[in-house]
């Protein structure tokens, strides 16, 4: 392993053996250097496409999961292997951690740079504890004490189709599911579903137990979305049928300066890297969060998700 760098990720190389070799041998000591950084990218690598970097994931955190309760596009690439989200080039997906929207999540993230693009593209990173920690104690306390609230939509015109979103057609499956993670459902006229979830904003991590800013609220809310998008999904569906949006755990309304200043200590913790082909980036799902900057060229991002966590209820 090289030696430490100042800012996100850790950089590993090969020590001259096939990746998943060195991964076995380096094993603990690439997951310790994940729970005291929260990100290490693996770099000149022979990844050898998806199943090379199934076996990766396998190396260091077991199986890859299959991508539930979902919240954005995307597409098999191989078994538990997908494609990043299928958003257009030109917009950014701003900062967030996978699935902290549900009651289960995972604890590892693995991105696999299959082709880079020409220009921009990069995976943006902000440790969660530095997000908590810049966070006003005023608006921390206040989230902590009511929780969040994300409501969803799940219709054909915008946002995912819920049989997507829950991997089924059954309707029934689908409530035994929203039952079962805490999660109202709603079916509408014309058979779409809306969802209600709260959950915690801030969580201890279950192994360093370090406390951490893990929510979907920023990312969720609608202020958040570039403006001519925010103002063409409000004029045409109204608040309470948009895809998401959050609210504080008791339905009220997140100010707009909390929001604010939600967004800019994620992105005054942020920090970014190019991506060269065959990058493996692995990052701790709860201390770190991830998003994606606008970019051109063919720019193609392997994903796969590895031990799953659930929050204590």
Not at 73 to 84: D, E
Not at 219 to 233: C, D, K, M
């Amino acid at each position: 392993m090289t030696a430490e760098t100042p800012l996100l990720p850790l950089l590993v190389e090969p020590d001259g053996v096939p990746a998943t070799e060195q991964l076995r041998a380096d094993r603990e000591k690439v997951r310790a250097a994940l729970r005291e950084r929260g990100a290490v990218l693996l770099r000149g690598f022979d990844v050898e496409g998806p199943d090379g970097f199934a076996d990766i994931v396998r190396a260091l955190s077991g199986e890859p999961l299959p991508y539930t309760e979902r919240s954005s596009p995307r597409s098999v690439i191989k078994g538990n292997v997908y494609t990043s989200t299928d958003y257009p080039p030109g917009e950014e997906i701003f900062l967030h951690n996978e699935n902290s929207y549900q009651a289960s999540w995972p604890l590892t993230l693995f991105f696999h740079c299959v082709r880079p693009p020409l220009t921009g593209g990069a995976t943006p990173l902000a440790d969660t504890r530095r997000v908590l920690d810049s966070i006003d104690e005023e608006v921390r306390r206040e989230f902590t004490r009511r929780g969040w609230m994300v409501v969803r939509n799940y219709g054909d015109l915008v946002g995912l189709p819920w049989q997507e979103a829950f991997n089924s057609t059954d309707p029934a499956e689908v409530e035994r599911y929203c039952h079962e993670q805490g999660i109202e459902a709603q079916w509408l006229p014309g058979g779409g579903l809306r969802t209600r979830a709260v959950r915690d904003a801030v969580h201890r991590h279950p192994v360093t137990g370090e406390p951490v800013w893990f929510n979907h609220a920023t990312v969720f809310h609608v202020s958040t979305l570039p403006e001519s998008a925010r103002l063409g999904l409000l004029e045409m569906l109204g608040e309470e049928n948009l895809p998401s949006q959050t609210y504080y755990g008791d339905g009220g309304a997140v100010p707009a300066d909390v929001m604010d200043h939600l967004r800019a200590c994620y992105r005054a913790a942020s920090t970014r890297f190019d991506y060269r082909a065959d990058d493996v980036l692995v990052i701790d799902n709860m201390l770190v969060s991830h998003g994606r900057e606008p970019f051109t060229g063919p720019r193609r991002i392997a994903v796969a998700m590895a031990e799953p966590y659930t929050a204590h209820r």
